[in-house]
C-alpha cells in the first residue's frame, strides 16, 4: 500500500500515532487513537490507548498513602495487556516530537506534575503486537497513521480524539471520522 505524504511510514511510527479504521470493530480497539511508545516490526510494538477513559480516578482504584497526590487523576484504558495494573505516563513536547516517559513510578508523576509543559495520565494496561503483527494489520488497512502534533497533548482523553486525529489527515480521512459507530442501523 502506499502511505500518503501526509501518512506516517512505518518505519517511523515510534513516537506517532496509530488511528483505528473505522471498520476495526474488536470492542478493544475501536475508535481508538494509540500514542506508539515503541515500533519495531522485527521486535513488535507497544502503545497506550490515549482516548479511553475509564470513568475513575487514581484514587478509586488505590488507597494507598503514596498515591495520595495523583488521587484525582483521571485513569484511561491503555490497552489489553495488562490491564488490571495502573501505569504512569508523562508526556511532554520536545524537539519537535510527542515524547513520553512510561511506567514511571507515583513519585516520579508527582514530581512531573508540577513541571510546566509535561503531562502526566494514568493508564489501565497497555496495547502490545508481537514481531510482525502490526505490520499484518498495517498491511489489511486496519490502522491509520498520523504524526503526533503538539495539540495531541491538549487531548490526551477526550473521546472526540478519534475523530479530530482523521479529520487532520485529508479530505477523505474527514469522511471516514464522519462514520457512524455502527453504520448498520442506518
Known amino acids: 500500500m502506499q502511505i500518503p505524504n501526509n501518512q506516517v511510514p512505518e518505519h517511523k511510527l515510534s513516537h506517532n500515532l496509530l488511528i483505528a479504521d473505522p471498520s476495526l470493530l474488536d470492542g478493544c480497539f475501536d475508535r481508538s487513537v494509540i500514542y506508539m511508545l515503541e515500533h519495531a516490526r522485527e521486535k513488535g510494538s507497544l502503545g497506550l490507548i490515549l482516548n479511553h477513559p475509564t470513568g475513575k480516578s ?13 488521587a484525582h487523576l483521571p485513569v484511561s484504558y491503555g490497552g489489553p495487556v495488562e490491564s488490571d495494573q495502573l501505569h ?8 519537535g516530537s510527542l515524547n513520553c516517559h512510561s511506567k514511571i513510578s507515583a513519585e516520579q508523576a508527582v514530581n512531573a506534575m508540577q513541571q510546566p509543559g ?7 494496561g497497555h496495547s502490545a503486537w508481537t514481531s510482525g503483527q502490526l505490520h499484518q494489520e498495517l498491511e489489511k488497512l486496519a490502522w491509520i497513521t498520523a504524526y503526533s502534533k503538539q495539540a495531541t497533548l491538549s487531548h490526551l482523553i477526550d473521546e472526540g480524539f478519534w475523530a479530530e486525529s482523521l479529520q487532520e ?18
Open 58 to 70: 487514581v484514587g478509586q482504584l488505590i488507597s494507598s498513602d503514596a498515591f495520595s497526590k495523583l
Open 88 to 95: 504512569f505516563a508523562i508526556f511532554e513536547w520536545s524537539n
Open 118 to 124: 509535561q503531562f502526566v495520565r494514568a493508564f489501565a
Open 169 to 186: 489527515i485529508s479530505p477523505f480521512h474527514h469522511i471516514l471520522s464522519l462514520t457512524p459507530k455502527n453504520p448498520f442501523l442506518n
